[in-house]
Nanobody
């Protein structure tokens, strides 16, 4: 099993910044992609950003140029630097990690990010 623990959420004004961090522990051998998803009230969970073990990244169009994902393979951590935050970024943010084969993914408990206008 893999445990993912997030930190860094909170309340910020529009235009501000937050940094989310996630630490993986447990059976972390062979983890591939790590990333962040978010879910706003009444909406489906969506991918925000993802980074592979090799460093390839993928971002949702809505956060490109504002958010930066990074990863420390030695420490088994992934971080999300969020700048120029907008009210529409308000959501619960979940850390995610996966491995394959067979494909298995893991989730953190979520951390609330609230951006006030």
């Amino acid at each position: 099993q893999v445990q993912l623990v997030e930190s860094g959420g909170g309340l910020v004004q529009a235009g501000g910044s937050l940094r989310l961090s996630c630490a993986a522990s447990g059976y972390i051998f062979g983890l591939n992609a790590m990333g962040w998803y978010r879910q706003a009230p009444g909406k489906q969970r969506e991918l925000v950003a993802q980074i592979t073990r090799g460093g390839s990244t993928d971002y949702a169009d809505s956060v490109k140029g504002r958010f930066t994902i990074s990863r420390d393979n030695a420490k088994n951590t992934v971080s999300l630097q969020m700048n120029c935050l907008k009210p529409e970024d308000t959501a619960v943010y979940y850390c995610n990690a996966d491995r394959s084969p067979p494909f298995t993914d893991y989730w953190g408990q979520g951390t609330q990010v609230t951006v006030s206008s």
